[in-house]
């Protein structure tokens, strides 16, 4: 089986590679549809984040992590950075992101009314996993152009460097991974 083996939340996982280039792969990690696996990770990084006002995720696959993590924080809502600009979207705010998981440049928009519900609040910016920290970076430019304070870094999963920041909290480190020529992949240790 050529795949790797993930433990997170007391759950196992196995992640299929994706190719980033001819010798660089990454683990494939989709929590979004893990009921099991996000309602285990969800307690543990709760307490991790502790409290704030908000939680924002980028859409799409924080979505069902952020409602869970809002549940046990006590929050009535929460915040999707969205990927594309809706008809019902109004005074939205804009910013470009590249993230290791996608070919092209994206677009995160913030809806007009969602900005108003963080302005001058404190908020977590939540997200699957962290590699690049792109996404993040386009997330905060977004809260922070909206007029809220980022008083917390989360996501399930730090890959590769991301581990290494003394910015974000996770549960569990996510290597990248050299690809062989014989098309097997080995493990790039920290």
């Known amino acids: 089986m050529n795949k790797y083996c993930l433990e997170v ?4 996982r196995y992640l299929s ?3 980033i280039n001819d010798e660089l792969a990454f683990a494939s990690f989709v929590v979004i549809s893990d009921t099991e696996l996000v309602s285990a990770a969800a307690p543990l990084l709760a307490e991790k984040i502790g409290r704030c006002d908000a939680i924002v995720t980028a859409e799409a696959k924080g979505i069902a992590l952020a409602y869970e993590i809002s549940k046990i924080l006590g929050l009535k809502e929460f915040i999707v950075a969205r990927k594309s600009e809706k008809s019902y979207m109004k005074d939205t705010l804009e910013v470009a992101v590249k993230s290791i998981t996608t070919s092209s440049v994206q677009h995160l928009f913030l809806d007009g009314s969602d900005r108003e519900k963080i302005k001058g609040k404190e908020v977590c910016l939540l997200d699957d996993v962290v590699s690049t920290g792109d996404s993040l970076k386009a997330m905060e430019e977004l809260v922070r152009e909206a007029g809220a304070k980022v008083v917390r870094k989360a996501a ?25 020529e014989d098309g097997s992949y080995e493990e790039i240790k920290r």
């Open 9 to 12: 939340a007391g759950l196992k």
């Open 17 to 19: 590679y994706v190719d």
């Open 156 to 180: 399930i999963l730090a890959e590769g460097d991301a581990a290494d920041r003394d910015d974000l909290v996770y549960l569990e480190y996510l290597p990248l991974f050299h690809k062989n």
